[in-house]
């Protein structure tokens, strides 16, 4: 089955020269040109890898890199002019020089896919599968909204730990305003029909009143 890569540049030159680099029987490619298009084609494509040329004008490179990893932990490769500038802010991401080969690209983007950790995340209950964004838990599974797979996601990342409203705003709708939280309210309602044997007694999603809430982990 080929992989799926997109590749983002504002430049349409660039996006064309990198993707002539990848064999057509092996990746299925993907283009943007634009913050906004990238968004559009990961959420609706689930990417296997991402490639970002972070020498684009216009692109805000490092909101851009936490939003697209926000998807189904795509592989994250950004080609930069200076590499340690880049690496502190890369969110996990390979950084290569801008002058890396197509065909170099090519390769280390499939290096990367073939060493890939399994697309599941767990915990002692859960189980979310990143690439089709269902959650399993004993004999019950259930497909996600993107909202839902990016909060739960991220709960389990960080499972046993209190996760706080304005985290919770800020890495999934991007905003630190709190003066209106209906959404997140609306959204934990939802995930907790998923996972909770009664929404409205949950005992694996918790609130923690006056900080936000904790994936239990046992």
């Not at 690209?105 to 060493?115: F, G, H, I």
């Not at 890495?171 to 209106?180: A, F, S």
Request: aromatic share 4%.
């Amino acid at each position: 089955m080929s992989a799926t890569v997109l590749i983002v540049a504002n430049d349409k030159e660039v996006t064309a020269n990198l993707a002539t680099s990848f064999n057509k029987k092996e990746f299925s490619i993907l283009t943007a040109h634009s913050g906004r298009q990238a968004l559009a084609q990961a959420k609706a494509r689930l990417p296997d890898a991402i490639v970002l040329d972070t020498t684009s004008p216009r692109l805000s490179v490092k909101r851009l890199v936490r939003s697209l990893h926000r998807g189904a932990n795509p592989i994250m490769i950004l080609l930069a002019q200076n590499v340690n500038r880049v690496e502190g802010g890369s969110n996990g991401a390979l950084v290569l020089p801008k002058t890396t080969t197509p065909k170099k690209l090519s390769q280390r983007v499939r290096t990367a896919l073939d060493n890939r950790p399994p697309r599941e995340i767990k915990t002692s209950t859960l189980t979310l599968n990143m690439e089709r964004r269902r959650v399993t838990r004993g004999s019950r599974s259930h497909k996600l909204t993107p909202k839902e797979f990016e909060l739960l996601k991220l709960f389990i990342e960080h499972a046993g730990t209190i996760v706080t409203r304005k985290t919770l705003m800020q890495e999934i709708w991007d905003t630190d305003y709190l003066g209106d939280t209906r959404t997140l309210d609306v959204h934990m309602r939802w995930l907790r029909e998923k996972i909770e044997d009664d929404p409205n007694k949950p005992k694996l999603l918790v609130t923690v009143r006056g900080e936000g809430y904790r994936l239990e982990s046992k």
